[in-house]
Each structure stands twice: as C-alpha cells, then as structure tokens.
C-alpha cells in the first residue's frame, strides 16, 4: 500500500499529538512539518512526531492531506498562501473558531478544505507537549460541511473516526456562538482570576493556600497568550455575549451576599449543581 503523505503546519500540542494518535492507528503514513519555530521543529523530529520537516507552503501541495494546526489568524493567513491543490488533497483546520476561517477560503481551494475545531487540549504548548490519547473519546465539531467537497468530508470523517474521535456537524457561526460560552469566556474568566489573585496576593500565600479548587479554575491561565488573544479577536462580538453574561451571573451572587439572602443563594448554587448532570 503506497503511504499517505500527510503535512503537519503547527508542531506544537495539537499538530503534534495528531501525528502520535494517527501513527498508533496506522503506519501507512508519512509526516511532513512545517513550523516557524526552529526549536519545534528540531524537537518535533527528535520526537519522532514528523520524518521530515519543510520550510516552504509549495512543499505541501504534494501532501494527499494538510493539517492546519495553528492559531486562528495564522490559518487564515496560510490557506490564502496556498499554492494550487490536486483535486483531491483535503486540507481541515484544527482552529478554535470557525466562521471568519470558512468565510476566508479563497473560492478556488474552497472544497479542499474541511473546518474543523476538535474539542480537546491542555494548557501545555509545544512539540513536548504531544499526548497520544489527546483526541480519544473527545468531540471534533466539522463546520460548513456542505461547503467541502464530498471526498474531503469523507476522509476528514475517517480520519476523526480512526483516532476515536466523536463526530458533530453544525454551522461555523452557530459553533462560534456556543464555543464562545462553553470555551472561550472560562478561558477569559481563568486568566482574570489569576490576574486578580496575583494582584492582592503575595507569592508565599498562594503557595501555602492555593488547593485544588483554584489549581483547577486557573489552570487554563497557562494557555498562549498568543493564541487566544487570536481566538478572542476572531470571536470578539460572542465572547463579549458570554462574558456579560457571566458578569450578571456574578452580580447576582454579589448581591445575595450583600443582602444576606442565604436561601436565595443556596438555590442559585443547587441551579448550578444541575451542570454536572448534564457533563458526568
């Protein structure tokens, strides 16, 4: 059976914990990386993560797949930077926001590509950071299908498939509405209680009192910064509706401790007990 040449752009957590769950499936396939960062790319080799590495976008047109697996203003900038793709090469995104990455493909590589935002991560970066059960069991959400040629779709939904990955369709502004609450705001909400404690807090204190309950909610407050300052850009007008949102929750809370309001603020903490029947 010939290999499957498959292009990897972006050799850190996502790109790279790819590579390790599709060569546990299978060893048909040949990996090719691209990636800005000359440390990644000498670690994603050494790691095994790629056989070869490529400084140039013509390089890939010769790929049957391209993963994008980059930040959100990166994507766009690379799929309009692609050279002319063979009919059937599939290019899919792995970026956290979906509607300007569809609404940005250049028409003519338009059905070679499949938007995709594969619903997992740690807030570790980098080739080091490569897990191979990062996708198992988890949510890959495919946008604008309809949009993506017939082949494309079907080998994106293999390739999902092959490393145990659950499989929602829905359109690209619909997921960035929902990505937007269930994503994007708790990443926004981490980083503020992080800076928040920082700033009345010193060192020593938090060492000695910080338990497992603030580990848990500030740990996402190590994601890159550059990467979702991209992600809050994209999908500014629905992570500003899910920040407010969140905002009325907690002046709600506020104002039942205020006013000693005990009973009312039991409920409100029972409504939100209800989450964990939805999520275990």
């Not at 990166?74 to 090469?89: F, H, M, N, R, Y």
């Not at 017939?150 to 390739?159: F, G, S």
């Not at 204190?205 to 910064?225: E, N, Q, T």
Request: glycine share 6%.
């Amino acid at each position: 059976m010939a290999m499957i040449k498959i292009g990897i752009v972006g050799l850190g957590l996502m790109g790279g914990s790819l590579s390790l769950a599709l060569k546990k499936h299978s060893q048909d396939y040949y990996f090719l990386g691209l990636d800005h960062n000359e440390l990644h790319c000498k670690e994603a080799l050494e790691l095994g993560l790629v056989n070869e590495i490529t400084t140039s976008l013509e390089t890939l047109r010769k790929c049957d797949i391209i993963f994008l697996s980059i930040p959100v203003d990166g994507i766009i900038s690379v799929l309009k930077q692609l050279p002319p793709l063979a009919d059937e090469c599939t290019v899919i995104d792995l970026g956290s926001t979906k509607e300007k990455i569809s609404l940005s493909i250049p028409s003519e590589i338009r059905e070679n590509v499949v938007t995709a935002h594969p619903m997992t991560g740690t807030e570790k970066f980098g080739p080091t950071a490569a897990l191979e059960n990062l996708y198992k069991d988890k949510v890959v959400v495919l946008c604008d299908l309809e949009k993506s040629g017939m082949h494309q779709q079907t080998i994106a939904k293999k390739l999902f498939t092959d490393i145990g990955m659950n499989i929602v369709s829905m359109g690209a502004k619909e997921h960035d509405r929902h990505a937007a609450f269930i994503s994007h705001m708790p990443h926004a909400v981490s980083y503020a209680l992080a800076n928040a404690v920082m700033a009345q807090e010193d060192s020593k204190s938090i060492i000695a009192l910080a338990g497992g309950g603030f580990r848990d909610m500030s740990r996402i407050a190590k994601s890159s910064p550059n990467m979702w300052e991209d992600i809050f850009r994209q999908n500014k007008n629905d992570v500003l509706k899910a920040i407010n949102s969140f905002q009325s929750e907690l002046e709600e809370c506020q104002k039942m401790i205020e006013n000693e309001e005990w009973d009312k603020l039991n409920e409100w903490m029972l409504d939100a007990n209800s989450l964990h029947d939805i999520l275990d």
